[in-house]
T-cell receptor
Framework: KAGVTQTPRYLIKTRGQQVTLSCSPI?????VSWYQQTPGQGLQFLFE???????NKGNFPGRFSGRQFSNSRSEMNVSTLELGDSALYLC????????????FGPGTRLLVL | EDKVVQSPLSLVVHEGDTVTLNCSYE??????LLWYKQEKKAPTFLFML????IEKKSGRLSSILDKKELFSILNITATQTGDSAIYLC???????????FGEGTQLTVNP
């Protein structure tokens, strides 16, 4: 079974731009969660999508948004990028939610200049 | 604010040593506590703990949860250089609505 895939793997943007990251979950998994990982803040929960609906949300500003498609693939969008948005963005999938074992993708490393 | 605290933040040992990593939390009611291992890539799942006092074991790794004292430990015996990684613990809240991670423990095992 293929694992969680994320594209792109690396990205460089400038302040003020926007970015869209993509995540394809393991086949059959309906829950996709997104996390931001930085050296200072560690791993922080962004949001979770299940059946095309955002089910849970962490404490991030509205510039961070996402969506999920009918095939469970998910995208995350960050608008008006700030330097502090430089981070590793990880997505994870599970059968039905974050209370279960989640399988992480390799991440997208975003650098904002 | 919900808080998950891991200690130590960093640990350097020699191959063959036994290590104990700690995770304490300030959440009195939660659904489960998870341990992950993160090398230079995505975190990989180690254990899920839901009941107090029941040890979970996988090879040289084991973990136990103490819900009364609000902490969990992860033990690694006979460490190997391949155990070098960041070990993360996370708490899942009752509704399954949120997952809070600790800062992680950076373990380095030297030959």
């Amino acid at each position: 079974k293929a694992g969680v895939t994320q594209t792109p793997r690396y990205l460089i943007k400038t302040r003020g731009q926007q970015v869209t990251l993509s995540c394809s979950p393991i086949s059959g998994h309906r829950s996709v969660s997104w996390y931001q990982q930085t050296p200072g803040q560690g791993l922080q929960f962004l949001f979770e999508y299940f059946s095309e609906t955002q089910r849970n949300k962490g404490n991030f500003p509205g510039r961070f948004s996402g969506r999920q498609f009918s095939n469970s693939r998910s995208e995350m969008n960050v608008s008006t990028l700030e330097l502090g948005d430089s981070a590793l963005y990880l997505c994870a999938s599970s059968l039905s939610g974050i209370q279960e074992t989640q399988y992480f993708g390799p991440g997208t490393r975003l650098l904002v200049l | 604010e919900d808080k998950v605290v891991q200690s130590p933040l960093s640990l350097v040992v020699h191959e063959g040593d036994t290590v104990t990593l700690n995770c304490s939390y300030e959440v009195t009611n939660f659904r489960s506590l998870l341990w992950y291992k993160q090398e230079k890539k995505a975190p990989t799942f180690l254990f899920m703990l839901t009941s107090s006092g029941i040890e979970k074991k996988s090879g040289r790794l084991s973990s136990i949860l103490d819900k009364k004292e609000l902490f969990s430990i992860l033990n690694i015996t006979a460490t190997q250089t391949g155990d070098s990684a960041i070990y993360l613990c996370a708490v899942v809240f009752p509704s399954g609505s949120r997952l809070t991670f600790g800062e992680g423990t950076q373990l380095t095992v030297n030959p």
